[in-house]
């Protein structure tokens, strides 16, 4: 199986989509999946792929991958490095890459819909299986169930899956409670008043203002949030002008927000508003800022006891010691709203995906952050051997422990 889980993962890295763009992914899996026995749905949520195999009496269990890639310009120099580029859904001209790893999501999924399928004398129940589109916009989950996906398949007992992480391949990460946290994206428009930059003094400079309150925002975390919380505050856009001697009128924040917790989320939001405001006031901006609610979903809270049911049956079938404790990840996820849509369960765990040997060389040295580039960069390159037999045999494993045994066995 590893030449075909290689052959599909080089596939798919090759050709990346961005989201609900995902239209070749989503064939790909559509005709796996009715080659396997599946009762294929295609289309869900605009590009979303679901694939039900009523295997006799017993529980419901759905696995879950995401399919869309990043706007981001590959430089792994992998010899089958993306070159695909696209234009993203606000107009911009990107390469494209699968920087968060979805490509080895899918690949997995698909190799645990085989093995699965062809080994259904040892299980009997129902599997579903989901491909996801938009995950990085956080809405794809959410888009899905919206289009009627639990009209079209069973409502499971369970909702599992995983996401790939700069840790040594092999390793598994399975943390209960508050396991990916929330986001919130905010959109900040700073007004100001233009001139030429030879004469400030008849201005209201908005560059100025904003780097302002880019550093009064940082204190947030730092002030406002208590020792025991966690949260994370970033302006990843700040955009204003387009000459050197030009004072703009207005700038422009992009902020991006997660925490784990409802009243922390809270706390955040409104010490934004009331920073963004202030300084504004404080600069005598000519009008007030304008706040504007992007993207938002909730932590991904993983159901504590099935959480260890499932850490037990990952230990029992890799051993103790390559099943750890993660802790909370800053990162998000929408997975989770495929499980609360319907009320049940969910457990997502970790998958390591980088090269054992230079993550243990990293580690000794101290450098992790500079050698190991993290989901998102240009440089996330997961190796296929041992990610990919881990990521399937993980699937089938914490599967085969929710079904029911066959009968007459």
Known sequence: MRQSLRETYVDLHSNPELSYQEHRTASLVAERLAALGYVVHSGIGGTGVAGVLVNGDGPCVLLRADMDALPVTEDTGLPYASTVRATTADGVESGIM?????????????????????????????????????????????????????????????????HVAPVAAGLLGVHGGPAFAGTDQLGVRLVGRG?????????????????????????????????????????????????????????????????????????VLAAVERIVQGEAAAAGAPHPPQITPGESFPPLINDPA?????????????????????????????????????????????????????????????????????????????????????GVEALVVAALDRFAAPSGG
């Open 306 to 390: 099935e959480t260890e049911r499932t850490r037990g049956a990952l230990a029992a079938h890799f051993g103790a010691e390559r099943v750890i404790d993660p802790g909370p990840v800053s990162g998000s996820e929408d997975v989770g709203v495929l499980a609360t849509a319907v009320g049940v369960p969910i457990v997502y765990w970790l998958l390591g995906g980088w090269d054992p040997a230079a993550f243990e060389a990293a580690a000794r040295a101290g450098t992790l952050d500079e050698d190991i580039p993290s989901n998102h960069s240009p440089r996330f390159a997961p190796v296929p051997h041992p990610t990919l037999e881990t």
């Open 98 to 162: 699968h920087a968060c790893g979805h490509d080895v999501h899918v690949t997995a999924l698909l190799g645990a819909a085989d093995v699965l399928a062809t080994g259904r004398a040892a299980w009997s129940g129902t599997l579903v299986v989901v491909f996801q589109p938009a995950e990085e916009l956080g809405t794809g989950a959410r888009a899905m169930v919206d289009d009627g996906l639990y009209d079209l398949v069973p409502r499971p007992d369970i909702v599992l899956g995983q």
């Open 195 to 267: 001139g030429h930059g030879s004469r400030p003094e008849t201005t209201v400079d908005p560059v100025v203002l904003a780097a302002s309150t880019v550093l009064r925002l940082q204190t947030i975390v730092s002030r406002e949030v208590a020792a025991g919380d966690a949260a994370v505050v970033t302006v990843g856009m700040p955009q204003a002008g387009t000459k050197e001697n030009i004072i703009p009128d207005e700038a422009y924040l992009g902020l991006n927000i997660r925490t784990f917790d409802e009243a922390v989320r809270a706390r």
